[in-house]
C-alpha cells in the first residue's frame, strides 16, 4: 500500500484548503486512516482520524469546528477540509493508515499505531 497526499500549498489566515490523500495497491475494509501534521522543530501532531466506513470522525480539539475528514472507499481517498487556518498551523501533513481496526478510540490518535505514511504536503497559512 502507498499514500500519495496532495492538496498543500500557500494560504492566508482565514483563508481554506482542501488535502487529498490517494491509497493505492493493497486495501484493508478496516482499514483507518488519519491526518497528522509536523511543524518545524515540532514533534508530529495528531489532527484527525476517520474510522473505515466513515461513520466516525475524530478531531484534535485545535481543529476540531474547523476541519473536516472524509474518505471515498471507492476511490480509495481520503480528504482534509480545513477552514479558518491560522498562522500557527503551517506543517507538513501526513496521512496515514493502518493494515488492522483499533480497538480503541485512543489508538486512532498515536501516530506509532499507524503503519504507512504519505511523503507529506506543506501548508503554509500566512498572516
Known amino acids: 500500500v502507498q499514500l500519495q497526499a496532495s492538496g498543500g500549498g500557500l494560504v492566508q489566515a482565514g483563508g481554506s484548503l482542501t488535502l487529498s490523500c490517494a491509497k493505492s495497491?493493497?486495501?484493508?475494509?478496516?482499514?483507518?486512516m488519519a491526518w497528522f501534521r509536523q511543524a518545524p522543530g515540532k514533534v508530529r501532531e495528531f489532527v484527525a482520524a476517520?474510522?473505515?466506513?466513515?461513520?466516525?470522525?475524530y478531531y484534535s480539539d485545535s481543529v476540531k469546528g474547523r476541519f473536516t475528514i472524509s474518505r471515498d472507499n471507492a476511490q480509495n481517498t481520503m480528504y482534509l477540509q480545513m477552514d479558518s487556518l491560522k498562522p500557527e498551523e503551517t506543517a507538513v501533513y501526513y496521512c496515514?493508515?493502518?493494515?488492522?481496526?483499533?480497538?480503541?478510540?485512543?489508538?486512532?490518535?498515536?501516530?506509532?499505531?499507524?503503519?504507512?505514511w504519505g511523503q507529506g504536503t506543506l501548508v503554509t497559512v500566512s498572516s
Open positions: 496515514a493508515t493502518e493494515s488492522r481496526s483499533f480497538a480503541s478510540i485512543r489508538a486512532y490518535y498515536a501516530a506509532g499505531n499507524y503503519d504507512i
Open positions: 495497491g493493497r486495501t484493508w475494509s478496516t482499514a483507518p
Open positions: 476517520i474510522v473505515s466506513n466513515g461513520a466516525r470522525t
